[in-house]
């Protein structure tokens, strides 16, 4: 307990001393963030905080006097992950670049040369049993990309990529301790440290208006690597399945599904940039960016607490990996109903009720309540200080 303590405040400590550094150095680097169409942040912003969090963490866990506690495909994979980060950053690469290192970089993070893959839990039917070390290793190579991705995407107001990981990483930290996963627990909670050295100057609070940093794509694609390999080791090493290891992640990896979805059904590409994740559509309820962010946080946090119990209390892996679905469900009608085809779809179904209860024609009483009811679109003001995503 001891050796935990005394390496998160040393990690907690370097993290908010690179953070107040690299801010001075990051116009230098070019590595700033200016505002646009769809950033609507004050000012220049450094994008120096990933850089931090990751200098912060290698440096704690490399100067440990005990055997190395991460592989080498471990420091390899997110070596490329933030280097790529970085150079995107400068130059923004493209998608397709982007995807190709991502994968490079999944397939270093999952070493399928190492024999092991993630633990089902759940029977394979046997057609795919001859294949089945194949298909799961593809399985988590998928997995890896996806919440690198993830990460990036949920990057788009202050406090929520870094909220969001400092969550995971908590319960991630309490499962590995109850199913004694020692060799895990200390990378765990020294990354959650150095993510909330980073926090003290990205998310909002009494002391702080708005993000004096930010996570930059080489942070929040990082912190996605990490996140993933980490949940795909503790489901190797300690035989809990994958599926209900995904609760610990489940609302950037359903909101994400979610925008892959819409995005296809629009006829766009699935990485084009548009303001249609979760968090844009409680900011265009005119919504804080505080509150936002604390609302999704709290979601991530109770479906990590779910995940966390189920593991403690041995539930069925069945029934933990079909409860997924109700997530899913939720956030799938909150976005129907805060999408235009839902909001016409209640309008419409309310203009109906009313015409069949009053004695007028429905024709000028739909119309009346149209022009009544309509609402001022958001303005930029409102979302004052949000740093959308590349994605």
Not at 9 to 31: E, F, G, Q
Not at 203 to 209: D, G, K
Request: proline share 5%.
């Amino acid at each position: 307990m001891f050796v935990w303590i005394t390496n998160c405040l040393a990690a907690l400590a370097v993290s908010a001393l690179l953070v107040v550094v690299l801010k001075k150095v990051s116009h230098a680097c070019s590595l700033v963030d200016y505002p646009d169409r769809r950033k609507l942040h004050d000012g220049v912003v450094p994008l120096c905080g990933g850089i931090a969090i990751f200098a912060a963490f290698a440096m704690v866990m490399l100067v440990q006097e005990s055997a190395p506690l991460l592989a080498l495909n471990f420091w390899a994979g997110l070596l490329i992950t933030i280097i790529v980060g970085v150079i995107d950053d400068r130059n923004e690469l493209s998608a397709i670049k982007r995807l190709a290192a991502q994968f490079v970089a999944a397939i270093i993070l999952v070493n399928p040369l190492s024999g092991s893959t993630i633990v089902t839990g759940i029977a394979l039917p046997p057609v795919l049993l001859s294949i089945s070390f194949l298909l799961l290793t593809v399985v988590a190579i998928l997995f890896v990309v996806g919440l690198i991705n993830s990460w990036n995407m949920i990057d788009g107001i202050d406090g929520l990529a870094g909220g969001s990981a400092a969550v995971a990483l908590f319960w991630l930290a309490v499962i590995a301790a109850w199913k004694g996963a020692g060799e895990l627990v200390l990378p765990i909670v020294v990354l959650l440290a150095a993510v909330s050295g980073f926090l003290a100057f990205n998310m909002r609070s009494p002391w702080l208006a708005r993000a004096k940093i930010f996570l930059g794509d080489a942070g929040s694609t990082t912190l996605g690597a990490a996140i993933a390999y980490l949940i795909i080791r503790l489901s190797t090493h300690t035989h809990i399945a994958f599926s209900v290891l995904l609760w610990i992640v489940a609302i950037p990896v359903i909101d994400t599904l979610s925008l892959i979805v819409r995005r296809l059904h629009a006829g766009r590409s699935p990485l084009a940039a548009d303001r249609c994740h979760l968090h844009h559509l409680l900011l265009d309820r005119s919504i804080s960016p505080r509150t936002t962010t604390n609302i999704i946080l709290a979601a991530s946090a109770f479906c990590g607490g779910i995940g966390c119990f189920g593991i403690i209390i041995e539930a069925s892996n069945y029934l933990m990996t079909v409860a997924l679905l109700i997530p899913l469900a939720v956030h799938s009608a909150f976005v129907f109903l805060t999408s235009e085809t839902g909001t016409n779809w209640v309008q419409q179904s309310h203009s109906v009720a009313v015409a069949q209860l009053n004695p007028m024609p429905p024709a000028p009483m739909r119309a009346e309540i149209g022009m009544g009811h309509a609402s001022p679109p958001p303005t930029a003001n409102s979302n004052t200080g949000m740093f959308s995503d590349a994605v």
